[in-house]
């Protein structure tokens, strides 16, 4: 069945990195859009970055910048690679795929992605 695992989540001082990966399994990877979303408390599940298999992206204007996504078809790996990381970027990060190539513009609508991972959190302190 299709598994979605995510890693590298911790904590860091505000303007420190982290990498996120997500490894997936149980589909044909490289045919499926994949995406990267975050949920705090009491906030709704934001969309922070997309990817196509031809590599096409879309961001998250709160992330431009800072965050690049990227994948590795041969490990069959997401990534999220955050830079420069602020106190509002804690959250829940997930991992989710989505069967269909996505437009880019719609790389970071939940409702379109089938499977999800079960999160790794990431806490910036100030």
């Known amino acids: 069945q299709v598994q979605l695992v995510e890693s590298g989540g911790g904590s860091v001082q505000s303007g420190g990195s982290l990498t996120l990966s997500c490894l997936a399994s149980?589909?044909?990877?490289?045919?499926?859009?994949m995406a990267w979303f975050r949920q705090s408390p009491g906030k709704e599940r934001e969309g922070v970055a997309g990817i196509r298999s031809d590599g096409t992206t879309n961001y998250a204007d709160s992330v431009k910048g800072r965050f690049t996504i990227s994948q590795d078809n041969a490990r069959n790996t997401l990534y999220l690679q955050m830079n420069s990381l602020k106190p509002e970027d804690t959250a829940m990060y997930y991992c989710?795929?989505?069967?269909?190539?996505?437009?880019?513009?719609?790389?970071?609508?939940?409702?379109?992605?089938?499977?999800w991972g079960r999160g790794t959190q990431v806490t910036v302190s100030t």
């Open positions: 989710a795929a989505s069967p269909t190539q996505l437009r880019w513009w719609r790389l970071l609508q939940s409702s379109l992605h089938t499977y």
């Open positions: 149980g589909f044909t990877y490289s045919t499926y859009s």
